[in-house]
């Protein structure tokens, strides 16, 4: 992986493409690109809570906090009714990753 290369081409890429990386694709990519896209944000000055947003899709959180934050969902009234007497229904999703390595 040529990090100069990808460096080069997020420095290229328009503010609102980088802005939906950041928002919706950043837990999707390498861990070494992640800074690159942080770098590019800080430097062109972009809404400060994009980087708040990456912290929050890439941070690991233990168990206690999952449940903290259901906890908190929970008590929320839905947006779409605005009713809090329904029941939560929700689901943890996690990433699996395989590899397939053969020699000869």
């Not at 994009?50 to 206690?64: N, Y």
Request: net charge neutral; aromatic share 4%; charged share 35%.
């Amino acid at each position: 992986m040529d990090l100069e290369q990808i460096r080069n081409h997020y420095s290229k890429m328009d503010d609102s493409k980088l802005e939906r990386i950041a928002k919706f694709e950043i837990a999707s990519l390498q861990l070494e690109v992640k800074p690159i896209v942080i770098a590019e944000i800080q430097k062109r000055g972009l809404d400060e809570n994009l980087l708040t947003g990456i912290e929050a899709q890439t941070k690991e959180l233990s168990e206690e906090e999952v449940y903290e934050l259901r906890d908190k969902v929970k008590g929320l009234d839905c947006p779409k009714c605005g009713k809090s007497n329904m029941g939560l229904v929700g689901g943890i999703i996690r990433k699996v990753r395989s590899y397939l390595i053969i020699t000869q």
